[in-house]
């Protein structure tokens, strides 16, 4: 809305009406345009913040004391706030070979790690008996329906 006022009442002639038509187009258009910017930056911020963490998370994995199980907690505790406010809980899948007998041959096994907070057992199945759906979630700035 865009509000003209004069002390006296009076109709406006027609090329007051379009000029003031225009200003509120005017107004309007710079309104959509700063609220649009706000949207990038907070977006922009958004991405900067995660890349922080992940940097965080690169850091540590780069120290030659860290675990490969510490490196999957830094992992997977950052994971959830990449989906707020939607609660998730992170897993990794590892796919490694290990020998049932000393002699025998390697076997592929899928490894499922998750968060040690998260109470869930890390298991190890048979790649050629795992019929699970592998699956890959990305955070676009949008909460996917």
């Known amino acids: 809305m865009f509000y003209i006022d004069y002390r006296v009442p009076r109709n406006f002639s027609e090329p007051e009406v379009k000029i003031v038509k225009a200003l509120a187009g005017l107004a ?10 706000q ?13 922080r963490q992940l940097g965080g998370v690169l850091e540590r ?38 020998r049932d007998e000393p002699d025998g041959e390697p076997v592929a096994y899928h490894h499922y790690l998750y968060p040690s907070q998260s109470g869930l057992e890390e298991k190890w199945i048979p790649a050629s008996k795992d019929k699970g759906i592998n699956c890959r979630a990305i955070r676009t700035g949008q909460i996917q329906r």
């Open 28 to 37: 309007a258009t710079a309104i959509s345009n700063w609220r649009a910017a």
């Open 39 to 51: 949207g990038l930056r907070d977006a922009q911020e958004a991405r900067e913040a995660e890349l």
């Open 61 to 98: 994995a780069l120290e030659p004391q860290v675990t490969e199980r510490e490196i999957v907690d830094l992992l997977l505790e950052r994971v959830p706030a990449l989906f707020a406010p939607l609660e998730v809980t992170a897993g990794i899948t590892l796919k490694e070979w290990r």
